[in-house]
């Protein structure tokens, strides 16, 4: 595979897929082995680990369980092992524990501007989701990103450049550090939002 992918980001396929590994990927050194990329999606989302495949030019085979935590589930997992694209996605400030020592800021400062949006769209595939009521009388939709309050931070922050203002709830649920939401409800800020992520030269 392309293990030189992620040495630089200057294509918007990289920033998106530094954007999906960032908020649905996990990363994994066990001592004495090499790093190790995996990914894992609903087996009916199996299009997304093809597509990832395919941009890393690799040949390694996508695997498939049952979901322990859910067991009508089925799962669709690719794992990409190799010290060099491991440690690149490192360097560009995704941490082994994401949730708990991603920099968000850093990670930023390492994607050209013309690529942001696509990183967000890459987190948003991972962390996001748009809320449309069934119920009578309710039309008022949501769109929102889950993460640790700091890494909500940094992204209102960035939205903000763009005159995108978002609003951040914190989760009451207990977690190790506090975890909670970006929200969008303003429908010019859900416009605004959607435009610049689904308006992309990813190919």
Not at 12 to 27: Q, V
Not at 80 to 93: A, E, P, Y
Not at 165 to 191: A, C, H, M, V, W
């Amino acid at each position: 595979y392309k293990e030189n992918y992620f040495e630089e980001i200057d294509t918007p396929e990289k920033a998106y897929w530094l954007g999906f590994i960032a908020s649905d990927g996990c990363l994994y050194r066990r001592e004495g082995h090499q790093g190790m990329i995996s990914l894992s999606v609903n087996e009916k989302d199996v299009e997304i680990l093809d597509n990832f495949k395919k941009e890393l030019d690799t040949v390694k085979p996508i695997s498939f369980s049952t979901d322990k935590r859910r067991p009508t589930t089925r799962m669709a997992s690719l794992q990409i092992t190799g010290d060099k694209i491991f440690n690149d996605v490192l360097s560009l400030g995704v941490g082994i524990r994401k949730t708990f020592d991603m920099e968000l800021d850093k990670v930023f400062e390492n994607i050209p501007e013309k690529f942001i949006f696509d990183f967000i769209l890459g987190y948003f595939d991972g962390d996001g989701s748009i809320y449309v009521p069934q119920e009578k009388g309710i039309s008022e939709s949501h769109i929102c990103i889950a993460a640790p309050i700091k890494s909500l931070e940094v992204f209102q922050k960035i939205l903000h450049l763009y005159n995108i203002e978002s609003s951040i709830i914190k989760d009451k649920r207990k977690y190790s550090q506090p975890f909670g939401s970006l929200e969008l409800k303003n429908t010019t800020e859900k416009y605004c939002f959607l435009k610049k992520i689904y308006t992309s030269n990813i190919k």
